[in-house]
């Protein structure tokens, strides 16, 4: 019998069961059948709760059973209870989310990403991904997200991470950057763009003028990089039509508002598509843009971040479209 002291003393488990398997049902036999087990075992349980209790949980008669007040009273608290646990046991035997995972990334980089949050997900059902997109430096010491895609700033900050061995994200000793996704900077633009400006070579651009070139308050240098690497002199780069970030400058791209510096791997599969082009043969022009995922030393070593880190490796070796 129960002891009056075990104030979280819990039944025998299959005793409460085949109690609420027959109060429910409100047969013996019918309980055992849906236990497939025997009725005697089912009584033999029943029995064991009801000397556990102290109380007789059901009045017996030839062929049948009634529950008692207090029998009807503890089955359906136990009822409740068992279903929450059966409900409980469900969730984490689907394998729903046991670890959250917040990653903030530039909206240029999110054109990559978000295609592909779908595959990490299938592969990864215990990491509840989430997604949060800005153009602003992010503030690692606060606990808002784990980690961070991006450049920051300038992409010459980028260029010095990638050659610098000491992991000193953005001079500071406390954060770790590990290449994810490297690139090259391209010049972009709408087919119907291309076609109606005749672009064939990087010359074309001073044919244009500075009015036509589509900037990015978020990288506000792109132009002047590429422009000085492809050894195109006499056209102000700081001209011309001027978006919120490189997210906004590559849509007004796809309108056929102007010619966009982007990164060529971000819009893989969009130049697949035929949405954007690249007028210019342009291997030769070596401009490196490159993404970096970024958090501080303890957080680049939590499992979850691990896992995210070389899936995003493995989407940048695939090198294929979305």
């Given at each position: 019998?129960?002891?009056?002291?075990?104030?979280?003393?819990?039944?025998?488990?299959?005793?409460?069961?085949?109690?609420?398997?027959?109060?429910?049902?409100?047969?013996?036999?019918?309980?055992?059948?849906?236990?497939?087990?025997?009725?005697?075992?089912?009584?033999?349980?029943?029995?064991?709760?009801?000397?556990?209790?102290?109380?007789?949980?059901?009045?017996?008669?030839?062929?049948?059973?009634?529950?008692?007040?207090?029998?009807?009273?503890?089955?359906?608290?136990?009822?409740?209870?068992?279903?929450?646990?059966?409900?409980?046991?469900?969730?984490?035997?689907?394998?729903?989310?046991?670890?959250?995972?917040?990653?903030?990334?530039?909206?240029?980089?999110?054109?990559w990403l978000v295609p592909r949050v779908a595959?990490?997900?299938?592969?990864?059902?215990?990491?509840?991904?989430?997604?949060?997109?800005?153009?602003?430096?992010?503030?690692?010491?606060?606990?808002?997200?784990?980690?961070?895609?991006?450049?920051?700033?300038?992409?010459?900050?980028?260029?010095?991470?990638?050659?610098?061995?000491?992991?000193?994200?953005?001079?500071?000793?406390?954060?770790?950057?590990?290449?994810?996704?490297?690139?090259?900077?391209?010049?972009?633009?709408?087919?119907?763009?291309?076609?109606?400006?005749?672009?064939?070579?990087?010359?074309?651009?001073?044919?244009?003028?500075?009015?036509?070139?589509?900037?990015?308050?978020?990288?506000?240098?792109?132009?002047?990089?590429?422009?000085?690497?492809?050894?195109?002199?006499?056209?102000?780069?700081?001209?011309?039509?001027?978006?919120?970030?490189?997210?906004?400058?590559?849509?007004?791209?796809?309108?056929?508002?102007?010619?966009?510096?982007?990164?060529?791997?971000?819009?893989?599969?969009?130049?697949?598509?035929?949405?954007?082009?690249?007028?210019?043969?342009c291997d030769h022009i070596e401009c490196g843009?490159?993404?970096?995922?970024?958090?501080?030393?303890?957080?680049?070593?939590?499992?979850?971040?691990?896992?995210?880190?070389?899936?995003?490796?493995?989407?940048?070796?695939?090198?294929?479209?979305?």
């Amino acid at each position: 019998m129960r002891e009056p002291s075990d104030e979280h003393a819990l039944p025998p488990l299959n005793a409460l069961r085949a109690f609420e398997a027959a109060g429910r049902l409100q047969s013996i036999r019918k309980a055992a059948a849906a236990l497939d087990v025997t009725p005697g075992a089912v009584s033999r349980q029943v029995r064991l709760l009801e000397t556990w209790l102290g109380v007789p949980l059901f009045r017996r008669e030839p062929h049948s059973v009634t529950l008692t007040p207090a029998g009807a009273e503890y089955l359906a608290a136990a009822t409740t209870h068992l279903r929450a646990i059966a409900a409980a046991t469900d969730q984490v035997a689907a394998g729903r989310p046991s670890f959250r995972l917040k990653v903030r990334t530039w909206p240029l980089f999110a054109n990559w990403l978000v295609p592909r949050v779908a595959d990490f997900r299938k592969g990864n059902p215990t990491i509840d991904l989430q997604v949060v997109t800005s153009s602003q430096r992010a503030d690692f010491a606060q606990p808002d997200v784990d980690v961070e895609i991006g450049g920051y700033d300038t992409w010459d900050v980028c260029h010095r991470l990638e050659h610098e061995d000491d992991g000193d994200a953005l001079g500071n000793p406390n954060y770790a950057a590990q290449l994810v996704v490297a690139s090259h900077l391209v010049c972009i633009c709408s087919p119907a763009y291309r076609d109606a400006h005749d672009l064939t070579c990087p010359e074309d651009l001073k044919r244009l003028g500075a009015g036509e070139l589509l900037h990015s308050l978020s990288a506000p240098a792109l132009w002047d990089r590429w422009l000085k690497a492809a050894g195109i002199g006499g056209l102000d780069s700081r001209r011309g039509q001027v978006f919120g970030d490189s997210a906004l400058t590559a849509a007004a791209a796809r309108a056929g508002h102007g010619v966009a510096i982007l990164p060529r791997a971000v819009f893989e599969a969009d130049i697949a598509a035929g949405y954007l082009v690249a007028p210019f043969p342009c291997d030769h022009i070596e401009c490196g843009f490159n993404f970096y995922l970024m958090a501080r030393h303890e957080r680049m070593q939590h499992p979850p971040v691990v896992i995210f880190r070389d899936w995003l490796l493995g989407q940048a070796a695939a090198g294929q479209p979305a």
